[in-house]
């Protein structure tokens, strides 16, 4: 099993770093613009990136599997590219000073291949996102992300 | 073993990505500004990391191990972190269109630690930062590099 891992701190109290994993709004607002479905435990949420045309790039279903207040976050993925069937993204948080920690991990894959490589990049740029939407108000989720690569 | 790996898509010619990696000039303007010593394979490079102060917060040494004109850059850290030490890191190069993909690990960390998540976020900032060096002229090496949580 192979795991992309990540840590960022922003610098905001711990309830908003929270609202924003926890809440379809708050996804929409640092990883896709077009975030639907349930947040809720149990429920499940769906992720949809397009081009800046409008054209659909690819999608992601994810199963709420654990939320706790202002801790954690834990989707588990059951739609979306091949590989990331059977995944999980989990969010730790704790408080560090004026730092709110997020301590990320997307786990699970089965191996590490070069789309793993991409998606960790990926990763990487979308906290930065969820860090400038905590700190600052605006996020650049998907079709305002950054590219990295010929992929995306 | 853990290993941190990131893939990255870079417009330009592959000779001008592998020019920014394989020479201390090269990777004073992505990486860390204090970029000193000797390039040629069985030297060893010293990129040291300032605040924008001037002081020092860490350095590490690495050995060039490998170099491939136009295909590889690896490096083997012998100074710096205890948990950077002994660990590897190697840059492969190919290209795919108008593209230059860099496939990058950083491997044979002992385990994934807390440090080890920082580091993954970290290489994804410097990585953008070759990415718009060698696109555009100006990169962000330290001490001018993204910071992403309290750590650096």
Known sequence: MTDIIHRVGIKAPISE?????ASVEGVASWWTRSTTGNSAVGKTIRVQFNSKEGKEIG??????????????????????????????AVFNLHAEGDH???????????EAVEFTAHCSMKWAIFLLSLKN????????PSPDDI???NWN
Do not use: C
């Open 100 to 110: 709110t920690i997020v301590l990320f991990g997307h786990r699970n894959w089965k």
């Open 17 to 21: 770093v929270y609202k924003a994993l």
């Open 133 to 140: 939407l905590v700190e600052t108000g605006e996020g650049s």
């Open 147 to 149: 590219k990295i690569d």
């Open 59 to 88: 999608s992601m279903d994810m199963l709420v599997k654990a939320l706790e207040q202002d801790k954690k976050v834990h989707w588990h993925f059951t739609g979306g590219p091949e590989e990331w069937i059977g995944t999980d």
